[in-house]
């Protein structure tokens, strides 16, 4: 039988651990970091942002047709957040599910992080303001608006999208703390394997089973 470690290694072992899930942490932050990086480049391709012609009394007009994708760099922003988020929360379960808990606060963070650099790096992407473009245009151009988040709630989606994750895999995954049960053929044959003992009344009124009255005929017999 082995011994079970002492303290002194149980803390070194616990403080090697936490220097690792430390580093760890470090590089998912930098992963974070370069996903939102990609993902603000992502965003600004897909996005067809619509444009303003410049009349010529110096006015601008957009189309109805146009008027309808104001709203498309929203709506891409949503998408690449759940997918890069959810990407990212699987990648944090599966290396920091042994922290409990903690592995959703981290989660949520690097999806916050990523989402974050999207947006503004995207805004960045997008050229020089709205205002100044149009202010130097001439009657017949098309002056596009700035890549812009509009409903800034949507960087929740990121937080959201990094924890489901986390909390589908601790609400389904295998407890590691129940003790496995044993099947229950099993524990029937081990039942019906054990003899059954049958008691016997003797002389005196004293109820003894089979056994324990063939020990003693056997005992008086030597």
């Known amino acids: ?45 897909v996005v067809r942002l619509p444009s303003y012609v410049v009349q010529t009394d110096g006015s601008a007009a957009v189309s109805e047709r146009a008027l309808t994708e104001f709203f498309a760099g929203d709506a891409w922003y949503v ?3 759940a997918v890069v988020g959810a990407g990212l929360g699987v990648a944090t379960w599966r290396r920091f599910k042994a922290i409990g808990w903690l592995s959703a606060l981290l989660a949520a963070g690097l999806g916050l992080l990523a989402g974050l650099v999207c947006w503004q790096l995207g805004q960045l992407f997008g050229g020089a303001p709205f205002d100044e473009r149009l202010a130097a245009a001439i009657p017949g151009d098309e002056v596009p608006i700035s890549l812009a988040l509009r409903s800034p709630s949507a960087l929740a989606v990121w937080a959201f999208a990094a924890v489901t994750p986390i909390l589908l895999g601790s609400a389904l995954g295998p407890d590691d703390e129940a003790a496995p049960r044993q099947p229950r053929r099993r524990s029937r044959l081990a039942k019906t394997a054990e003899p059954e003992q049958r008691e016997v009344v003797d002389d005196l009124g004293v109820v003894r089973t089979e056994e324990v009255v063939r020990t003693e005929e056997t005992a008086s017999n030597q």
């Open 1 to 45: 039988m082995s011994s079970p470690p002492s303290p002194a290694v149980a803390d070194e072992a616990a403080t090697s651990a936490r220097g690792n899930d430390r580093t760890a942490a470090a590089i998912f932050t930098g992963i974070a970091l370069i996903a939102g990086i990609m993902a603000a480049v992502v965003w600004r391709l």
């Open 79 to 81: 998408v690449l957040g």
